[in-house]
């Protein structure tokens, strides 16, 4: 029905920058809440940030200041631009959304199959 296919990862040094985006695509009827999550080796996925759809955002608050999230709804697409990167932001990033597709009746829990960021030092 409906997808969500990550771009922008890949190999970028310590202090360095990326900017990671997510469209969705599909017969969509609407999208609410969107968010980025992230899941490094050996470790449980975890929040990264979310973004509601009038634009108000909530971030992990040891990433808050570094990362940033936005959305464009004209595009179907959620963007997380990294700064500062460190070698700790290594990761499998997935993006998330609440989507509902024209031929449903509810919003679905969505994820995207995810983009590897790895920071070097």
């Known amino acids: 029905q409906v997808r969500l296919v990550e771009s922008g990862g890949g190999l970028v040094q310590a202090g360095g920058s990326l900017r990671l985006s997510c469209a969705a695509s599909?017969?969509?009827?609407?999208?609410?809440?969107m968010g980025w999550y992230r899941q490094a080796p050996m470790k449980q996925r975890e929040l990264v940030g979310l973004i509601s759809r009038d634009g108000t955002t909530n971030y992990t608050d040891s990433l808050k200041g570094r990362f940033t999230i936005s959305r464009d709804n004209s595009k179907n697409t959620v963007y997380l631009q990294m700064n500062s990167l460190k070698p700790e932001d290594t990761a499998v990033y997935y993006c998330?959304?609440?989507?509902?597709?024209?031929?449903?009746?509810?919003?679905?829990?969505?994820w995207g199959q995810g983009t590897q960021v790895t920071v070097s030092s």
């Open positions: 599909g017969s969509i009827f609407g999208i609410n809440a």
């Open positions: 998330h959304a609440w989507i509902r597709d024209r031929s449903d009746f509810k919003y679905r829990s969505t």
